[in-house]
């Protein structure tokens, strides 16, 4: 298969996700999106795991250095670049009246939500391009199936997430259409920077492992940073850990499974 079809899977879901907009009441019931929020947590968590960090050990043994020291390097490079752009890029959650990073009165809400949503959305779509450069290398330890296993996961996850995003920025007066356009270009990002990421694994074939290991760390940003605490905040928290359950459990029998 393509790897731009591999790429545009997650992409996928992020825009059939929007498209629940046209179908669905303005605003998510509050413990069902706990549910979601945990559920994506659950997914990123084990992909970070089974698709990136473990295939990023498994290809340093042998080596003369620490089998540990590219996923270690790599993980915390990976959280330090989504933390330095969480700080850079001027955002604003959709269930926030705050601003974050550099302030700035000369953009508006709308536009910092959809910057807030591609911060989220980078690491998703480096660590599908990551794994499928991992596959399309020999002796990496990542099947085609693993990468496609990943891309899948992603975009089952991107799904629910897609409704968070699109059903919000309706419920603030969006016309449907809007919040449905807006929804997809917040998934643009995937595929842009997954395809960036195959290129660049192509090139420096030995930074592989440190590639995938970043990759991990971003999404482990985006979890510990927005996901978790949002689907822990305020009554019925267990449904977040319920979702989280369920999201790391549905993730990791894919990765198994077809990995």
């Known amino acids: 298969m393509s790897k731009f079809i591999i790429l545009a899977i997650p992409f996928l879901g992020t825009s059939l996700g929007s498209a629940m907009v046209f179908f ?12 979601l929020l945990g559920f994506a947590a659950g997914v990123m968590i084990a992909a970070s795991v089974w698709s990136l960090l473990i295939p990023s ?14 996923a270690l390097v790599g993980f915390l490079a990976g959280i ?25 009165n000369s953009i508006s809400k709308t536009t910092m939500m959809l910057f807030a949503v591609t911060l989220h ?3 998703e779509g480096m660590s599908v391009g990551v794994a499928f450069a991992g596959a399309m290398m020999k002796d ?12 899948i996961g992603i975009a089952i996850q991107n799904f629910p997430e897609g409704a968070i995003i699109s059903m919000p920025l309706c419920g603030e007066g969006m016309s449907k259409k ?16 997954g395809f960036i990421t195959i ?3 192509g090139i420096i074939t030995p930074v592989l492992p440190y590639l995938l290991s970043f ?30 359950a369920v999201g790391f459990a549905l993730m990791m029998v894919l990765d198994i499974a077809l990995g």
């Open 121 to 123: 959305n980078i690491p």
């Open 140 to 151: 990496s330890g990542i099947t085609a199936t693993a990468a496609m296993a990943l891309a």
């Open 80 to 104: 330090f670049f989504l933390l330095l752009l969480d700080t850079v890029i001027p955002h604003m959650h959709i269930e926030s009246k705050n601003q974050e990073g550099i302030r700035t």
């Open 178 to 193: 809007k919040a449905f356009i807006c929804g997809v270009l917040s998934g643009v990002v995937e595929p842009v920077g």
């Open 199 to 201: 290129l660049i694994a």
């Open 24 to 35: 669905l009441k303005k605003r998510i019931a509050p413990k069902f999106e706990k549910m």
């Open 215 to 244: 990759a991990a760390g971003a999404m482990m940003y985006v979890v510990i940073e927005e996901l978790i605490p949002e689907s822990q905040n305020g009554e019925h928290s267990n449904i977040g850990t319920i979702g989280a």
């Open 57 to 70: 050990i498994d290809m340093c043994k042998g080596n003369s250095s620490p089998e540990w020291l590219a």
